[in-house]
């Protein structure tokens, strides 16, 4: 599989389309652009966000998963409802076997749910058969996990653009250019993974996730396998990328640091949300996770 030639120029930086770049029509569409994406504006803890809005990008409402009958049963998650709006980063954090990761699967549509209902933007997950839940993900969704998943014979560009290509759609270059550009990229796009670093095979994640343009970003444990720094800077790129394209990110992690990049926090202990932070600090958030310690240890 090869890339367009139309997607990169002699240094392997994507660039916009020939048309784009004459003047007055650059101008049109950044103007474009800026109508897409939220302005930026700066929260209660000095961090730049943007502005929110009231839609929600995923739903849930009094969410039950089980697993086994009779005595083998176990309820990870017990009447759940929460949602996730539209350009903000939330965090889900909780003990384990809190039900973190059972609600994130069940709401991307990766798990099946035992009752209630999960929304994608106005989909209802419910019911909906394999074939739909599979085009759902693929237009709807993006996802970020631990192991990069990145196919070891195709450049970073590829990788990128790969499930647009299986899809068979074109990717939009201009906002290719823009999510390169946002996670620092630029000068990597011909390598292969084994050429990169683990934070930058994890930032050609990020990109992938962003560049088909999902409603919502499901993120699980995107840090769990890089060092302090490559973490700080995924983080980093998946907070630009609400702030600076408008992105909606919902991310599972078991670190306060890491959670202290979203927007909002939500907490969850035996399958059910105990708390909603807004604005965390790396010390908010670890002061509530020290409470869940100290309940286990008198429980």
Known sequence: MTSSPRALTHDGEVRLPFAARIPGVAAELMALVRQEHPPVTTN???????TRTTAAAARATDLT?????????VVALDAVSVEFRQAQFTAIMGPSGSGKSTLMHCMAGLDSISGGSARIGDIELTGLKDKKLTQLRRDKIGFIFQAFNLLPTLTA??????????????????WLDRVVKTVGLADRLKHRPSQLSGG??????VARALASRPEIIFADEPTGNLDSRSGAEVLGFLRNSVRELGQTVVMVTHDPVAASYADRVVFLADGRIVDDMAGPTADTVLERMKGFDAKARTS
């Open 200 to 205: 930058q095979q994890q930032r050609v994640a």
């Open 157 to 174: 560009l590829e990788n990128i653009t790969l499930p647009m290509d299986i899809a068979g759609r074109k990717p939009d270059r201009a």
């Open 44 to 50: 209660h803890s000095g961090v730049a966000t943007a």
């Open 65 to 73: 998963k089980v697993y086994g009958q009779g005595e083998t049963q």
